[in-house]
């Protein structure tokens, strides 16, 4: 059974950083999609960042790029979102998820079809 972990969230003010961990088990795939999402209060969840095991290709929302990174370590079956310069839009409960196979590298790998497991979320506050 593949279990997903989240860990990190916190309270940060503007401009503060974080490192959000999810710890993947029971996932055999040599190589898959591994994500991560937010979903606000009263909004919709939606992809932040994807990154593919294989190749290692990645891909960012608009919203987050260049401040957000996206990184997994095969050997602690583990990937990380690394979040600088954070913003009170980034607010939100962050769920790490993984799916066989995404459009790696295109706006569509970050839509929620591609992904079967989800973790149970973190959340991130960010005050102004």
């Known amino acids: 059974q593949v279990r997903l972990v989240e860990s990190g969230g916190d309270s940060v003010q503007t401009g503060g950083s974080l490192r959000l961990s999810c710890v993947i088990s029971?996932?055999?795939?040599?190589?898959?999609?591994a994500a991560w999402f937010r979903q606000a209060p009263g909004k919709e969840r939606e992809g932040v960042a994807v990154i593919f095991t294989g190749t290692m290709t990645t891909h960012y929302d608009d919203s987050v790029k260049g401040r957000f990174t996206i990184s997994t370590d095969d050997a602690k079956n583990t990937h990380y979102l690394q979040m600088n310069s954070l913003k009170p839009e980034d607010t939100a409960m962050y769920y790490c998820?993984?799916?066989?196979?995404?459009?790696?590298?295109?706006?569509?790998?970050?839509?929620?079809?591609?992904?079967?497991?989800w973790g149970q979320g973190t959340q991130v506050t960010v005050s102004s």
């Open positions: 998820a993984v799916g066989p196979g995404c459009p790696v590298g295109t706006p569509s790998s970050l839509t929620e079809m591609w992904y079967n497991t």
């Open positions: 029971g996932y055999t795939r040599a190589g898959f999609c």
